[in-house]
């Protein structure tokens, strides 16, 4: 999973970041308009964490933005402001769910996975695709109803190839889905190659299919035929 956190107030957005990354979302942060438009124009995300209140005018404006330039991200406003105005207003420009200032994290995150859920698993705590099966709740994989033992990473990359099959995906997506900001770090993108590679062999140790298909030249696609 990939967020966005858009907050202006430092310490908060530290503390959004440090949460989301304990559940094992990679997270990217902007302290204002300009930023967020910047890494919206740049990054696709899952999630968009969005203030209202930013120092150079109101969140609301980039929710325009927002939905003409990410697939498919979820969108939660959250604001100091506790006024019907502003929520009907977030809502009405598209975004998702709406949560107000001071909240506990558990709400936050409870609110996220149920967004989560309806974007990309449409509403659905389990994921199928042939043999696997994902348990978003549990972070578990089933192959064939045989639980598969993977690493963080691992279990992000297929949950990733699963959501976008039949996508082809680059190298460079799919090593922002994995790092996040910390891909500026990486002298290259070696490590995908070691994390399919075990991926691969997992699987098939318990009789699941390789549905993976190399692109050359580009990446990878998760083909379902």
């Known amino acids: ?20 990354k304990k559940i094992g979302a990679m997270c990217l942060s902007a302290g204002n308009k300009f930023e967020a438009e910047d890494q919206v124009l740049k990054h696709q995300f899952d999630c968009i964490i969005l203030d209202i209140s930013l120092p150079d005018g109101s ?23 506790n006024s019907l105005e502003d929520k009907i207003k977030g809502l009405d420009l598209g ?25 990309d698993y449409n509403g659905k705590e389990v994921l199928k695709f042939n043999e696997i099966t994902i348990n978003i709740d549990e972070n578990q994989v089933y192959i064939n109803e045989n639980p598969l033992i993977l690493t963080k990473k691992e279990f992000l990359l297929l949950n990733f190839f699963i959501i976008n099959k039949d996508r082809i995906l680059t190298k460079e997506t799919i090593a922002e889905h994995l790092w996040g900001e910390d891909i500026a770090f990486l002298e290259n993108y070696d490590f995908i190659y070691t994390h399919i590679k075990n991926l691969r062999k997992k699987i098939e140790i318990l009789g699941g299919k390789d549905y993976l298909k190399t692109v050359h030249g580009i990446g990878y696609k998760y083909a379902s035929s």
């Open 1 to 20: 999973m990939k967020i966005l956190i858009v907050e202006d107030e430092q310490e908060l957005n530290a503390l959004l970041s440090e949460n989301f």
């Open 59 to 81: 969140g609301l404006d980039l929710i325009p933005i927002i939905k003409s330039n990410q697939n498919n991200a979820g969108l939660l406003i959250v604001s100091a402001k």
């Open 95 to 119: 975004a998702d769910d709406y949560i107000t200032k001071p909240f506990h994290f558990a709400e936050l995150n409870s609110r996220l996975n149920a967004l989560i859920r309806r974007k």
